[in-house]
């Protein structure tokens, strides 16, 4: 097995800069968090891709289909949400009486941008057969507008369930819809809209940590594009990838996706390697020197922002009673076909 201390590979940092919080400072904030947490009887729910501080804190880290699992079966009074914007609005649309904050409310999403719901509704018209399947990463209006919602972990699922008389709308990943086309050899008309986090990986880049690592399983998120997912041992969710890498006997893994993913795996999988897959030179800053790839919206997460957001009650969401009646019926019907 190559030395993952003595390996250089041309144009790929092999060793990510992000620096952890300050010991003290962070005993501090999660004593804090924790006392918030008796008094509101809240619960913490982190995203796979959040800083590690805040993973340590909370009381689920998952995926966007574990967290809506977690979300609809809580039965804590107020849901801090630590992940981008459009999870936290599908908390509420499950628990309209509870409370629900996030820490940062700009924590957006590019795939949501991509997909407003006035240009998604005229679309629909287009073709009155459209059986709408979308990707959990859009706005509460856009949930409302569709059949059924799906996440990456339950997207071929998903599809392999709808309706064989419709045609199929999937929005607004291309790259996860045509993916799933892939492994489910149903057409499906496709939306426009990427992630711009996970279209910046390249396939050069992935071809020379290959070449450097041979013994590496690669394992990459279906939001990439279609010449690095070739080059996968695995495509899968957030969640999934890590379940593979504990059970494979693998001893090194090539990670294509955020990598905030990493501080979990390490943790759960002891004397296993994991290599961050880099991105595009053109994307470092001299702030910012990190090859990883990194959600410039998740990273807008800070353990000071949960305390504050628990503090304040505030960023909270608020969606009309309409809206959450509509988008609450795609949700579920994914919840019920996720768990069949
Ligand atoms: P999953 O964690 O559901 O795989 O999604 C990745 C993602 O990009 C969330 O925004
Ligand atoms: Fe959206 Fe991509 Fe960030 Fe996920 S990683 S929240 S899909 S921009």
Redo the contacts with the bound molecule.
């Keep these: 097995m190559t030395n993952l201390a003595e390996a250089q590979v041309p144009g790929v940092d092999l060793f990510p800069v992000r620096k952890p919080m300050p010991r003290a400072q962070f005993d501090a904030l999660s004593q804090e968090i924790l006392v918030l947490k008796k008094q509101l009887n809240a619960v913490i729910l982190a ?3 959040q800083v590690p501080e805040i993973q340590d804190i909370a009381d689920y880290v ?4 574990g967290l809506s699992q977690q979300a609809a079966g809580t039965k804590a009074d107020v849901i801090v949400f630590s ?2 914007h459009f ?1 936290a609005e599908t908390a509420k649309i499950l628990n309209p009486n509870k409370i629900v904050i996030l820490p940062d409310k700009d924590a957006g ?1 590019s ?1 949501e941008e991509s997909c407003p719901a006035d240009k998604l509704a005229a679309f629909q018209k287009t073709n009155p057969n459209f059986y709408t399947i979308t990707y ?2 859009c706005s509460a209006e856009v949930k409302a507008l569709s059949n059924i919602i799906c ?3 339950n997207a071929v699922k998903i599809v392999e369930a709808a309706p064989k008389d419709k045609d199929l709308l999937f929005v607004p990943d291309e790259n996860l819809g045509a993916w799933v086309m892939e492994q489910t050899g149903r057409k499906m008309t496709l939306w426009k809209g990427n ?1 711009y ?2 279209i910046e990986f390249q396939r050069d880049n992935l071809l020379r940590l290959r070449q450097a690592f041979p013994e590496a399983k690669v394992v990459v ?1 279906p ?1 990439s594009l279609h010449e690095v997912r070739e080059l996968a041992d695995a495509v ?4 999934k990838m890590i379940t593979y890498c504990k059970s494979s006997p693998a001893r090194q893994f090539v990670v294509v ?2 990598s905030g993913i990493i501080h979990r795996m390490q943790k759960e999988c002891p004397g296993k390697q994991f290599i961050c897959a880099p991105v595009a030179d053109a994307l470092r800053t001299p702030t910012d020197p990190c090859h990883c790839s990194e ?1 410039k919206f ?1 990273k807008l997460n800070t353990l000071e922002k949960v305390r504050d957001c628990m503090e304040n009650l505030a960023p909270r969401i608020a969606l009309s009673p309409e809206i959450i009646h509509r988008a609450r019926l795609p949700i579920e019907r994914m919840l019920e076909i996720s768990a069949r």
């Design positions: 995203h796979n891709y998952g995926d966007s289909l992940g981008v999870m999403c795939l959990i990463n996440t990456s972990g992630c986090a996970h998120h939001e899968c969710s957030t969640e996706t955020e959600c998740m």
